[in-house]
């Protein structure tokens, strides 16, 4: 049963390579979603698909790439949209999904 993961990753975030950390990562798993960084200076993260799959991607957002510093994570389990066909990056300025 697929799952939509929701989590906004504070810390040292911004300009250390997160966002394509992220998408490599998320695109060796079964997943869909999106990563962009926000003016506040989180890194937001979307992603749908299985449980297990999701919890992968969520500890590697908690723990980042090399320079990154993971302050908090914060993280919502909602019912998927199914409005996505692949994961990638999107800009700040994204209109959301």
């Not at 906004?8 to 997160?18: A, S, T």
């Amino acid at each position: 049963m697929p799952v939509r993961l929701e989590a906004v990753v504070r810390g040292r975030v911004q300009g250390v390579g997160f966002r394509w950390y992220v998408t490599s990562v998320a695109r060796t798993l079964p997943i869909t979603g999106w990563v962009a960084n926000e003016p506040d200076g989180s890194v937001r993260c979307i992603a749908e698909g299985a449980r297990d799959d999701l919890e992968q991607l969520l500890d590697e957002l908690r723990e980042g790439p090399p320079g990154a510093v993971v302050r908090s994570v914060d993280v919502a389990w909602l019912p998927p949209t199914g409005g996505m066909d692949r994961f990638g990056v999107r800009s700040g300025a994204h209109p959301g999904d």
